[in-house]
């Protein structure tokens, strides 16, 4: 499985921005977003199940973020709304083949390249 991330920008605070990850290959059955700002760990956001009903979020994005996925476009999706300074990072989208939400990063075995998020006045 390879996974293309995009959607990235510079955008200001208050501001909404959409992710896509695109999946190649068989559909995995979790996937997730996480996130690294220079000089802190990489943390997850959020995953999301194969039927996209079971979903979970990092604390810091509730509220704002929404996790979705399209199975039949093999892509999966971060809306980002009301966008604040600290969630400048670089976005990455991963994906597991087995189910269960984790939010341990080593858990996932496909990862994308990365998309470049900005948030600045």
């Known amino acids: 499985v390879q996974l293309q991330a995009s959607g990235g920008g510079l955008v200001r605070p208050g501001d909404s921005l959409k992710l896509s990850c695109e999946a190649s290959?068989?559909?995995?059955?979790?996937m997730a977003w996480f996130r690294q700002a220079p000089g802190k760990e990489r943390e997850f956001v959020a995953g999301?199940?194969?039927?996209?009903?079971?979903?979970d979020y990092l604390d810091s994005v509730k509220g704002r973020f929404t996790i979705s996925r399209a199975n039949a476009k093999n892509t999966m999706y971060l809306q980002m709304n009301s966008l604040k300074s600290e969630d400048t990072a670089v976005y990455y989208c991963a994906a597991k083949p087995q189910p269960g939400i984790t939010t341990t990063g080593a858990a996932y075995y496909y990862w994308g390249q990365g998309t470049q998020v900005t948030v600045s006045s």
């Open positions: 290959g068989r559909t995995p059955s979790t």
């Open positions: 999301i199940n194969l039927s996209g009903v079971r979903k």
